[in-house]
């Protein structure tokens, strides 16, 4: 990736969280077992608020996906802030390009499946799910 993208701004950013101030550059990158392509950073987890939400950045490689899956006690939203690629719901395709912004319900099937150039998300799940 370029410098001085959306994604970086993510990446390199802060979270403030009441009192709290966090470097989100002191957060790691974690890859997701058997989800090649795959790598996720935790930016609030559950036990930060009470369980109410989580939210993460999701890098996903070039032609890597997030295989068809569904949270059966999550809403999730997701907005691409870098890339693009598409996501089915059900099993609709729709385009996933930087702005768009996705509510997924609890239940919904979805998979997410990057571009050429990867996809970066902003996903937050309620009520949290770590």
């Not at 987890?45 to 569904?70: F, R, W």
């Amino acid at each position: 990736m370029k410098n001085n993208t959306v994604f970086d701004a993510f990446d390199k950013g802060i979270l403030l969280n009441q009192s709290n101030k966090l470097d989100l550059t002191k957060s790691d990158w974690n890859t997701i077992p058997n989800l090649k392509g795959v790598h996720l950073k935790d930016i609030l987890i559950s036990s930060e608020t009470q369980g109410a939400i989580s939210c993460h950045l999701v890098k996903i490689e070039p032609n890597c996906k997030i295989d068809l899956h569904t949270h059966p006690d999550h809403l999730e939203i997701h907005e691409v802030i870098q890339g693009a690629g598409h996501c089915i719901l059900n099993t609709e395709s729709h385009e996933y390009n930087c702005g768009t912004v996705s509510i997924l319900p609890k239940n919904l099937k979805h998979e997410v499946i990057a571009g050429d150039k990867g996809l970066y998300l902003f996903a937050k799940f309620i009520p949290a799910i770590k």
